[in-house]
């Protein structure tokens, strides 16, 4: 089984400021790597897929990149919206199996 | 535009069985290149995986649940099931339902609302 091990587990940074979050897996997942945003109270919403394409609808300041082992989202100006917990997410064998990591919460510093 | 939504009971007893349904809408359940999901969330933890399923027929299972759990498909309703047997206390969670996107990689979108099932006497 494939592990996803995220880091920091909290990043406290200031409207404005660049965040950058790591996502490690345990053996190579290629760039099959997928991020999501979730805010208090609600459903996980999809930012990134392929590990740097970004879905319908997600604004240019979510980036995402990294293959192999190592994947990073980049959030390059934040906005008071952005303050929640990401979730970094693989798929491996078939019929799939899925793996997500463990969170990491994004707050207002 | 898809919609998915979780209905079932909101509170199950120890040992019994918690049985939920995804009534999809704004698109069939019966298209290929599409899986569907159920995923979990304790209260205050993150988010684990319990299975997947393809019209067809063809499941898969987190292996740590793999023994209680089932998933089954009503094509003719437009939705899904979920069952997972032997309930505890760990077992409380908010429950969602997503469509699984598969190509060579695999991503949930949409996802539902989330419905929150607690386990108690």
């Known amino acids: 089984e494939i592990v996803l091990t995220q880091s920091p587990a909290t990043l406290s940074l200031s409207p404005g400021e660049r965040a950058t979050l790591s996502c490690r897996a345990s053996?190579?997942?290629?760039?099959?790597l997928a991020w999501y945003q979730q805010n208090p109270g609600q459903a996980p919403r999809l930012l990134i897929y392929?590990?740097?394409n970004r879905a319908t609808g997600i604004p240019a300041r979510f980036s995402g990149s990294g293959s192999g082992t190592d994947f990073t989202l980049t959030i390059s100006s934040l906005e008071p919206e952005d303050f929640a917990v990401y979730y970094c997410q693989q798929r491996s064998s078939w019929p799939p199996r899925i793996t997500f990591g463990q969170g990491t919460r994004l707050e207002i510093k | 535009q898809l919609q998915l939504q979780e209905s079932g009971p909101g509170l199950v007893k120890p040992s019994e069985t918690l049985s939920l349904t995804c009534a999809v809408s704004?698109?069939?359940?019966?298209?290929?290149?599409?899986?569907w999901g159920w995923i979990r969330q304790p209260p205050g933890k993150g988010l684990e995986w319990i299975g997947s399923f393809y019209y067809s027929g063809s499941t898969s299972y987190n292996p740590s649940l793999k023994s209680r759990v089932t998933i089954s498909v009503d094509t003719s309703k437009n939705q899904f099931s979920l069952k997972l047997s032997s309930v505890t206390a760990a077992d409380t969670a908010v429950y969602y339902c997503?469509?699984?996107?598969?190509?060579?990689?695999?991503?949930?979108?949409?996802w539902g609302q989330g419905t929150l099932v607690t386990v108690s006497s």
């Open positions: 392929d590990a740097s």
């Open positions: 053996q190579s997942v290629s760039s099959y």
């Open positions: 997503a469509r699984l996107i598969i190509t060579r990689s695999g991503w949930f979108d949409p």
């Open positions: 704004g698109g069939s359940i019966s298209i290929s290149s599409y899986y």
